[in-house]
């Protein structure tokens, strides 16, 4: 991290240092003091670094891969969106890497479920759009996106039914479907 961008316990540790070094103690109340604001210095100081959520990575990721660990990117967190290889380690999406300055850390998340989108247009004057695909069943969880709200979702294998309002204009529709 540069130094004129301080983390937030940086700054903490500075101002304590600053009132230690600066403040005269006279008495068994004042050293009771002066000791906790050593004790508090020493475990600010101790703290992790703080994570930087930096973005994605993967082939439509923010990055497509890492680059060499630095102090420069010490903390910088990237979540996997493509499986692959990255920094010599085999990764499924969810995964994220979060670099130490030295080297790029690998936290698995566990099995992550991968999401699809799928998209159409609702045509202007028409209510519903039905979006068939093999990956939806009658459980999958469904996200929609789109610029009005829905008034109904039917969903069941292969396909789901989305019912709007009547539009005066075609609207770009999307579900993500897990």
Do not use: C
Not at 14 to 34: F, H, K, Q, W
Not at 80 to 92: D, F, H, L, M
Not at 155 to 174: E, K, R, Y
Request: proline residues 6%; hydrophobic residues 40%.
């Amino acid at each position: 991290m540069s130094d004129n961008n301080p983390q937030p316990y940086s700054v903490i540790s500075n101002i304590l240092r600053s009132i230690i070094d600066r403040t005269e103690y006279d008495g068994p109340a004042d050293s009771r003091i002066a000791q906790l604001l050593l004790e508090l210095k020493a475990t600010i100081e101790g703290l992790p670094q703080p994570m930087v959520f930096k973005g994605t990575l993967g082939i439509d990721g923010d990055i497509t891969s890492l680059p060499a660990a630095s102090d420069d990117n010490k903390g910088f967190v990237y979540v996997v969106i493509t499986a692959g290889t990255y920094a010599e380690q085999s990764a499924n999406v969810g995964d994220m890497f979060i670099s130490t300055g030295e080297a790029w850390s690998y936290v698995p998340s566990g099995d992550v479920v991968p999401w699809k989108v799928i998209s159409g247009t609702l045509h202007a004057n028409e209510t519903t759009i039905t979006f068939t695909d093999s990956a939806i069943t009658a459980n999958s969880l469904i996200d929609v996106y789109a610029p009005v709200w829905y008034s109904d979702l039917v969903q069941s294998a292969g396909s789901v039914v989305l019912t709007f309002p009547v539009q005066s204009a075609d609207i770009s529709v999307s579900i993500k479907v897990s």
